[in-house]
């Protein structure tokens, strides 16, 4: 917010009045993005997946839940199969990039 609560009116009034107008304005999606933009302040988000495995037991469950289904995605739909390696031959390299996606998915 640009300026702080009118006298008298309480912050929690002036933000819920500010999300309604912002709402009617920009779209209730826009604010749902706010807010999971707003999450991945509050929370750490894994840079490796290593950092994955070293979180808190419900973030851990979340983040290898939604490490899993990417993989199955990415399966069913015959993006890649596992072979062995050509010799001479090097892999190509990846990672993972973690992120809370706009309507709130990790």
């Known amino acids: 917010m640009d300026a702080p609560p009118p006298a008298g009116k309480s912050a929690t009034t002036a933000i819920t009045n500010h999300m309604v107008r ?7 999606e826009h604010i749902c993005f706010l807010l999971a933009l707003r999450a991945t302040e509050t929370h750490v988000l894994p840079k490796t997946f ?17 490490c899993l289904e990417k993989l199955k995605l990415l399966k069913d739909r015959d993006i890649y199969k596992i072979v062995d390696l050509p ?8 990672c993972w990039v973690f992120n809370i996606k706009p309507d709130g998915c990790y």
């Open 50 to 66: 290593k950092d994955v495995t070293k979180l808190l037991a419900d973030s851990k469950k979340r983040w290898l839940e939604s």
């Open 22 to 28: 912002f709402a009617r304005e920009k779209g209730a």
């Open 87 to 94: 010799k001479g031959r090097k892999a190509v390299k990846n």
